[in-house]
């Protein structure tokens, strides 16, 4: 697993960059430091890692001390330029002015520590190490030759001020860093490496205490600039001194990655883990109902290093704070929404396994709409069959803001009765005898929807069967006649399949209480007329009626009478 650099406490030992051959162990030497790069950690070297000039001499410079000693302006200067290139060897230095020269063995003192054919010192650093550097402006002192005063320049890689290790020169640049406090916090050693690859005649042992330069020029002085004396008091040394160590500090990321413990050196490891992209996109449903879920969605993200862990989802209420409310693989989640709230609003991130964070994508701010939906009671479901009556069906309606409600009650998709509710009070849904008598066979559905004043709706939903296998029906006021009734022609139409049984019975003493019934079912799908065999009556006047009953039997398609026509005489 992985930690920020932040993480790590002041004068921890980090390992970044390579020179000689072996990676350059730094320190930790204070975090966002002012006038630096904002959420950043600075490092100093650990030791004294090269020995080499401040600048070379420059022959053709009309100032004498700087042809014969060399430039002390550190913007100009060889060591700045070979400290932040990349370029292989030989080919790092350009000319930074017209009388500039590279520190060739004839342009340093004695010789000693030329480095005009190395390559330049960002040249052993991989590309992550290089991307990692973080452009930095710094404040140099200047010389009175230059002006005096200071001036910045904005470098990768860069020697300290005399201010920033706490000493007092001639200028204030900057200021001081956390880890130095005293002379003994300023003394640096030479690495056994930096010994090894020294030419000058009287090196220090390896890991013994040395000189190391600073950016700043000591003010009266063309040629000399600030240093570090062995002993962590200040000194100063002509620029052309190819003795003198180099100590150099940079900033990195405070979010960058390193490893959670050290390793056999005692140094932190940097991880070079890019992060996550952005999701790609993050979608609120338009509609935001106070004291409801909704369901917010966002698009997936990529990792070039290919181990993408997850998303971190925020909600932000009215003007409060962003909260995370989700952790986790998935794109989906479900959130509850604060009633009484004005706005609600999301972003989200995505994380690798190694702690490293996508930027966020974030949602527009959604208005809460704080009106509940009524409530109808019960729940969905399935009335049952029904084979003789139409099913019923009791609920309440109520509405937690107290609006006026009204419902819609609809059978297949169309309404049947419309009305405005009292609010807890039980009602009945049913159908009237018509509206049984026309349905089919067959599954049918019931809806309830109710509205509030404000358009908020809930609709509940019931299924049931009509499962009616006979029908039977009586008039039950017979139609008149003057005289008794001796023939009759009566006519049925509807769909009688095989299967199903139709019966059709006539009478002409309908008035009487036990009516003489004939069958004429045969005569009545034919349209034939039909002579009344009965001849007496009970009831004082005499009456035709007319009984009919199906039964839907073994049929396998619809039964049903559509219509029942006819006449007397």
Known sequence: MAQKLSNLANKSKVKFGTIHGKPI?????????????????????????KMLCFDAKESANSNSDRRSYGNNRYIYSNLRQWLNSAAAAGAWYTAQHSADAAPTSGNVWNGYNAYD????????????????????????????TDGGGTET???????????????????????KLAIFSDNSSRIATVTAECVANSNYNSNPSANAAWYYWLRDAYAGSARIARCVSSDGTLDWYNAYSGC???????NLSSD????????????????????????????VPSEVIGGENITVTWGASTDSDGNLAGYILEKKVDSGTWTQIYKGSARTYSVAVTYGSTSIQFRVKAYDTAGAESAYTTSASRTVINNRAPVISGSDGDLGSFSSAAPTHEYVVTDADGHQVDVVE???????????????????????????????????????????????SVVRTLTFTKAVTSVEFVQTVAMTADAMPTKALVNIQGNFPAGCTLQVWICNNGNDASPTWEDITTKALNSQKHFFTNTTKTASDWGVKVKVKLLHGSATETCYIQSIGGNFA
């Open 256 to 283: 960058l990655l390193v490893s959670d413990s050290t390793d056999s050196d005692g140094c932190y490891t940097v991880i070079y883990n890019q992060a996550p992209t952005a999701p790609s996109t993050i979608t």
């Open 410 to 456: 609809s059978l297949d998709g169309v309404a049947i009765k419309s009305y405005t509710v009292t609010l807890g009070q039980t009602n009945t849904l049913s159908l009237t005898s018509g509206q049984w008598l026309k349905l089919t066979n067959g599954q049918h559905t019931l809806t309830i929807k109710a509205t509030d004043a404000k358009d908020a």
């Open 25 to 49: 162990v730094w320190l930790v030497a204070d975090k966002n430091h002012a006038g630096y790069p904002s959420n950043s950690v600075t490092l100093v070297t650990n030791q004294i890692i």
């Open 244 to 250: 003198y160590g180099l100590r150099p500090a940079c």
């Open 117 to 144: 054919g190395l390559a330049g010192f960002l040249n052993a650093f991989t590309a992550d190490e290089r991307a990692a550097l973080l452009d930095s402006t710094i404040t140099v002192g200047k010389s009175s």
């Open 153 to 175: 320049c904005t470098d990768k890689i860069f020697t300290l001020s005399c201010t920033e290790v706490g000493l007092s020169g001639d200028h204030t640049c900057g200021s």
